[in-house]
């Protein structure tokens, strides 16, 4: 069992950086993928990011490549999403989730594991 808390989002002007959180519980961290994801008012979740359990593999979605950079610290049991020269069209809550097993990182089913979420709101 995985216990994951998002935290780092917040009311922020469009150009800015936000670096969010994804704090785990549990000793096998390590042993678990990890995603990111966002969910924007009245649409579906869609994903951003995942990577590897030692971090050697990442995959982004077209729409945040150069902008958006995941990174994990398995000591600390985190995993960070820094975004950088934030938009309106990001104002979403932004949610992790951790994999068991994983292939593609794309795919909410693959997860069996998600956070509660913070919420990003990017003024103009």
């Known amino acids: 069992q995985v216990q994951l808390v998002e935290s780092g989002g917040g009311l922020v002007q469009a150009g800015d950086s936000l670096r969010l959180s994804c704090a785990a519980s549990?000793?096998?961290?390590?042993?678990?993928?990890v995603g990111w994801f966002r969910q924007a008012p009245g649409k579906e979740r869609v994903f951003l990011v995942g990577i590897s359990r030692s971090g050697g593999r990442i995959a982004y979605a077209d729409s945040v490549k150069g902008r958006f950079t995941i990174s994990r610290d398995n000591a600390k049991n985190t995993v960070y999403l820094q975004i950088n020269s934030l938009k309106p069209e990001d104002t979403a809550v932004y949610y992790c989730a951790a994999a068991d097993g994983s292939s593609s990182y794309k795919t909410i089913a693959e997860y069996d594991y998600w956070g509660q979420g913070t919420q990003v709101t990017v003024s103009s």
């Open positions: 549990g000793r096998t961290f390590r042993s678990y993928a």
